[in-house]
């Protein structure tokens, strides 16, 4: 018995040093490059493939880190990246001609995760870099609660198959490319699409077109979940993907730089691109849900453009032909109804909207002039040593007071990266597996949907009054239901001031439409009072959730929220 004893203390100790060895903690004082590479036995094996940073120091790199092999580098798990004050930093240093380098490239054999950590690319001769990560041949990408910031290309860069990408929890600032180009700035551009790609809850302030470029490739399925992104270029979404779906997120001052009337469709519209499809391929090959996103620009813009109508004008949001080909062709094609026109009243605004004017009206129509620098403060500046200096966390708080927006999700959760909304991020992990399930239904079912040759399908404040009580000032008036919140049944009032035909439907958050109480049925002037019994068209409960009620007589909407709890 005691040799027993002795040997499992054995195996116990032995283990617990080889689950330890598998960490390096790198050292500042050292280049992170030279460390990694230099991290191997006698006989060339590595001996670590985790790296651990620490809060409140800076690691440096002196050139490219080719990776044949998997890589971690991580920093401490703790709060959200934007809410560190002193998180770790990586930064580099300037090549022989004072440029700026990047940082990784993944290659066969290769994979690399970032965690809990600060990235930036400007180096102390004021150059940035073009890209921090490309992969050429890897199988798997990841940053989960990074900020990256200043940037001139992208992010990151995929140019091979058979790689998973995952992007969740990160902050992207800067992502300009300081030329009169527009071209640059991608938080993520993919020549070639992944194999599954999710791009979830992450805030990007400052960039080039978002998710661009799979290529002419349908391996891909595609997620991308409740991200705000404010002030791009450029709208362009150029995906080819066998699944993807694009819901929940904030596109706020989208497409900034607008349509020149002398350019091509290339440089117009915002959605999918399938110029690579062929007539041969099965139509079946696609499948994809956009819906519940949030368009917005800002008066300053609108203003601008306005002036410029003979000119150039706001990018559009569906491309050419081509998407009403596929969405006749192809049932799983499904563009669904999103939001235009609600402010989101973020609580701190990254304050940047009047450079961005100045830009487009300066440097953007006439491209000899000087270029207009329309970034906010970096987060990384260089002392007269040309030592880097932290400013963290950055000036601007995304949450936002708008309370329509703040159930305005497919899940009934906020619009936009929930990290600004710590809660209902709690409540969306916790259900995450559902919502996508939900989702992927809604490729099939949505009702909400844009139907060929039709205006955008936009849900406008117009079109959804969400203003408390009160009779509206024609005599048309939607009550809020009651009780509320509900189960299983509840009563909904509305008055009409002369004899009309009205429709009232109930909603679900996906734009599907769930039960009609009243369709298109003669009623006479004054205040009627239906009630809904929480089931569905065929008879059905309903499921608990956030639904919208609506109602439609003469040039009357509106519409309101309601809460079914079982």
């Known amino acids: 018995m005691r040799n027993l004893l002795l040997l499992l203390v054995t195996l116990t100790l032995v283990g617990t040093a080889r689950a330890q060895s598998d960490t390096l903690a790198l050292d500042p004082l050292q280049f992170v490059n030279v460390q990694i ?24 790199f002196d050139g490219r880190l080719d990776l044949t092999f998997p890589v971690e580098i991580v920093g401490p798990d703790t709060d959200w990246i934007r809410d560190q004050v002193n998180p770790p930093v990586v930064v580099n240093t300037p090549g022989q001609q004072g440029e700026a380098r990047q940082f990784f490239e993944i290659q066969a054999g290769g994979s690399l995760v970032l965690k809990n950590l600060l990235i930036s690319g400007i180096v102390s001769t004021g150059e940035t870099v073009g890209n921090f990560v490309t992969n050429t041949g890897g199988t798997k990408y990841m940053a989960k609660n990074v900020a990256f910031a200043n940037w001139q ?69 595609i997620h ?51 110029h690579y499809f062929e007539a041969s391929d099965s139509l079946d090959k696609i499948s994809l849900y956009l819906g519940q996103n949030l368009f917005y620009r800002e008066p300053e813009l609108l203003e601008w453009f306005s002036t410029q109508a003979d000119t150039i004008l706001p990018g559009l949001l569906w491309e050419h032909a081509a998407v009403d080909s ?50 906010i403060e970096s987060p990384i500046t260089f002392d007269e040593n040309q030592f880097p200096v932290l400013s963290w966390p950055p000036d601007f708080d995304l949450s936002y007071t708008n309370a329509f927006l703040q159930t305005a999700g497919t899940d009934g959760l906020p619009v936009g990266d929930l990290n600004w909304f710590p809660s209902a991020k709690a409540d969306y992990l916790a259900n995450r597996d559902a919502h996508i399930a939900a989702l992927r239904d809604s490729i099939l079912n949505a009702v909400g949907v844009y139907v060929p040759g039709s205006p955008t399908p936009m849900i406008t404040p117009e079109s959804v009054s969400v203003e408390e009580g009160g009779e509206t000032p024609n005599g048309f008036a939607l009550g809020q239901n009651f009780p509320n919140p509900f189960n299983p049944t509840t009563n909904i009032s509305f008055v009409i001031p002369q004899a009309m035909n009205v429709r009232l439907s109930i909603y679900n958050v996906l734009g599907q439409r769930v039960a009609t109480l009243i369709n298109d049925e003669a009623r006479v002037a004054g205040e009627h009072t239906i009630q809904w019994n929480g089931r569905d068209d065929v008879g059905n409960i309903a499921a608990s959730g956030l639904y919208i009620y609506r109602i439609e007589a003469g040039d009357f909407r509106q519409a309101r929220k309601m809460l079914f709890l079982k």
């Not at 527009?182 to 990007?204: H, K, S, Y």
């Not at 939001?339 to 450079?355: I, L």
């Open 326 to 375: 596929f969405v006749i062709n192809d049932p799983e094609y499904t563009i669904g109804t999103n939001y235009s026109g609600f402010d989101p009243q973020f609580t701190v605004h990254p304050g940047n909207t009047e450079a961005i004017v100045n830009y487009v009206s300066g440097t953007w129509l006439t491209p000899t002039e000087p270029w207009s620098d329309w970034r």
């Open 153 to 221: 290309n992208f992010a990151m860069q995929n140019q091979a198959k058979g790689i998973d990408i995952t992007v969740t929890d990160c902050v992207f600032i800067n992502g300009v490319r300081t030329l009169n180009s527009q071209w640059g700035g991608f938080p993520l551009r993919m020549d070639v699409a992944g194999e599954n790609v999710t791009i979830e809850n992450n805030t990007v302030v400052n960039s080039g077109r978002l998710l661009t470029n799979s290529g002419p490739f349908f391996n891909a399925t």
């Open 37 to 60: 590479l230099g991290d191997v036995d006698g006989n060339g094996n590595r001996l670590h493939s985790v790296y651990s940073v620490e809060p409140g120091q800076f690691y440096a």
């Open 224 to 274: 991308e979940l409740h991200n705000s992104y404010l002030n791009s270029t450029k709208a362009g979404q150029e995906q080819r993907a066998k699944e993807m779906i694009q819901a929940n997120n904030i596109y706020h001052n989208f497409d900034f730089i607008g349509r020149k009337y002398t350019d091509n469709t290339y440089d117009s519209h915002w959605t999918t691109w399938n």
